[in-house]
């Protein structure tokens, strides 16, 4: 599985991102801003815990 690190943004910011992706059919994720690119961690508990911290 593939796992990427983001930051949602505020509920207002979000509803306009989401409206503009309507008008343009693109839509396919939560408005976010991507920190991490998608990665396939070796160790999936371990990079989890270095995300979190």
Request: hydrophobic content about 40%.
């Amino acid at each position: 599985m593939q796992y990427f690190v983001g930051i949602v943004p505020p509920g207002e910011i979000s509803d306009k991102i989401i409206q503009i992706q309507r008008q343009h059919g693109d839509n396919r994720l939560e408005p976010h801003i991507t920190l991490r690119p998608p990665v396939k961690p070796i160790d999936v508990p371990a990079w989890l815990r270095v995300i979190e911290q």
